[in-house]
Nanobody
């Protein structure tokens, strides 16, 4: 599976933004999808949200609960991250990740497939 993120841009604190990840291939519905973010200069990718291949239940990091929503559209092979009340601390490169027929995983090393990332910058 190949992944491509889009929608990242510069916004003001308190703004809303939606970023998307579209996948190639026709087996998207069998992939559990996740969003991670990485702050420039840091070596790790932080779990943000995930949605499983066989459930619409969202998994969200505590830092984004109540502000971020993850959803998927299997017909469009897309996973969407809707973000409201953005804070400067949300500034990062946001990556989409996929894992075939998977349960929930919270560590970036557990996901074999990644997009190139999209930059989200929140100014104060």
């Amino acid at each position: 599976i190949q992944l491509a993120e889009s929608g990242g841009r510069l916004v003001q604190a308190g703004d809303s933004l939606t970023i998307s990840c579209t996948a190639s291939g026709n087996t998207f519905s069998r992939y559990s999808m996740a969003w991670f973010r990485q702050v420039p200069g840091q070596n790790r990718r932080e779990f943000v949200a995930a949605i499983l291949w066989n459930s619409n239940r969202p998994y969200l990091a505590d830092s984004v609960k109540g502000r971020f929503t993850i959803s998927r559209d299997n017909a469009k092979s897309a996973v969407i991250l809707q973000m409201i009340d953005l804070k400067p601390g949300d500034t990062a490169v946001y990556f989409c990740a996929a894992k075939y027929l998977s349960t929930i995983y919270y560590l970036s090393g557990d996901y074999p497939d990644w997009g190139q990332g999209t930059q989200v910058t929140v100014s104060s």
